[in-house]
């Protein structure tokens, strides 16, 4: 019960790792945010969370977070609701395959949106809400970058970009809010079945081609993910901030 009492918010909540996040966090104790663009997802996660709840744990809020506007909803809600926030989770993201030469304008830019700016606006609009209460090192705000920070992937250049830039943006908030007792940390997954990339798991020959690159030989699943995020997000994580976790079942040590 490392987040009793807690309010959370999940950005990209509706599946994959967000659901497998906002369900460890809400079983943990934590009042858990469901942000999203479609509400039939996010209200079967949230009917799932607190059937098993004494009381409710999970809400939905319908958000579009590359939106400035809807982000500010967003936190305008928070704040008439709960008052208070402990846990930022931004999950939010997606990509599309395209070689370099054959990427649009608009491609590069929504890719860029999901991936980054989500990430800067809802962390901006939010950790005024953080800031504005005590807690110590307590509150906690969690990134969603990617392996594919690390390594050039096969015709995704713009999501390449862009988790890089996760990833060194999370060093970057980390160090300013450091001061204000909030905690900036991200988790950059390897190959994991999630809706996204279940398409693509269909192939045999790219699934046996991820378990010879993988140390731990296989794919990985969101629950793992939520794991790890879980943690660093958790008063047990207290002396980490500016970090960023890899959690790739060994690929870059092959």
Known sequence: MRFKEKIAVVTGAGSGIGEATAYRLAKEGATVVLV????SKLEKVAANINEEAVKPRAYCFVADVTNSAEVEQLGAYIEKEFGD????????GGSRKSPILETTEKDWDDVQ????????????????????????????IVNVASLSGYKAGSHIPHYSAA?????????????????????VNSVSPGFVST?????GLKNEKFVKSIERHTALSR????????NVIAFVASS??????????????????M
């Open 36 to 39: 999203g663009r479609t509400i």
């Open 85 to 92: 926030l402990y846990v930022l989770i931004n999950c939010a």
């Open 113 to 140: 949106a999901v991936n980054l700016k989500s990430i800067f606006l809802v962390s901006k609009r939010l950790a005024t809400i953080m800031i504005n209460n005590e807690g110590g090192n307590e509150r906690s």
């Open 163 to 183: 988790k890089a830039a996760v990833i060194n943006f999370t060093r970057a908030l980390a160090f300013e809010l450091a001061p204000k007792g909030i905690r």
């Open 195 to 199: 809706d996204l990339t279940k398409e």
């Open 219 to 226: 794919v990985g699943t969101s629950d793992e993910i939520a």
């Open 236 to 253: 047990e994580a207290s002396y980490m901030t500016g970090s960023d976790l890899l959690v790739d079942g060994g690929w870059l040590i």
